[in-house]
């Protein structure tokens, strides 16, 4: 998924969990329940950090604006515990991601089994790369950011 999904749904977690346990497990979860979902990557074994940082830059900027509009209309920025959730559910939402980018960068062997475990979640072996990003494959995504908006309004 893109970063923006995994914000979008960790700020529904954040808004609807009160526990930051439980917090963390369902983040985490949802981060590779949603990657089992059949999309596209801009960031896969035959691209470089160096020519794709703006679009992970611009990803979590989309998704992290998108919960900002949502925190101030629903007032949840001005409340203390509600914001600490949310934020601690975004960190967890994004946290696979940001450890399989880490294990691409470094090739660390502490974090290979994460990594594994990440390219299990999307359905690719180590041998296969991960399609490429499309607009054709976001449709997917297009449909979960909607559906996670919608119950973030009107819930």
């Known amino acids: 998924m893109i970063l923006a999904t995994h914000i979008l749904t960790g700020t529904l977690v954040g808004a609807k969990i009160r526990n930051p ?4 497990a369902v983040s985490v979860i949802l981060h590779y329940l949603l990657d089992s979902i059949p999309h596209g990557e801009y960031l896969n074994r035959k691209s470089k950090f160096a020519k794709t940082w703006w679009k992970v830059t611009l990803d979590i900027f989309v998704g992290l ?17 509600m914001l ?3 934020i601690l559910a975004i960190l967890f939402s994004l946290l696979p991601d940001l450890t399989t980018l880490i294990f691409m960068m470094t090739k660390g062997k502490i974090l290979k089994s ?3 475990l990440n390219q299990w979640a999307h359905g690719y072996t180590d041998d296969s790369a991960s399609p490429e990003f499309t607009f054709k494959n976001f449709r997917f995504e297009f449909a979960i950011n909607l559906i996670a908006l919608a119950l973030l309004i009107f819930f």
């Open 84 to 86: 600490g959730r949310i």
């Open 65 to 81: 604006l998108l919960s900002g509009i949502i925190l101030f209309s629903k007032g949840w920025i001005f409340e203390k515990d």
């Open 21 to 24: 346990f439980s917090i963390v």
């Open 114 to 116: 994460l990594y594994r």
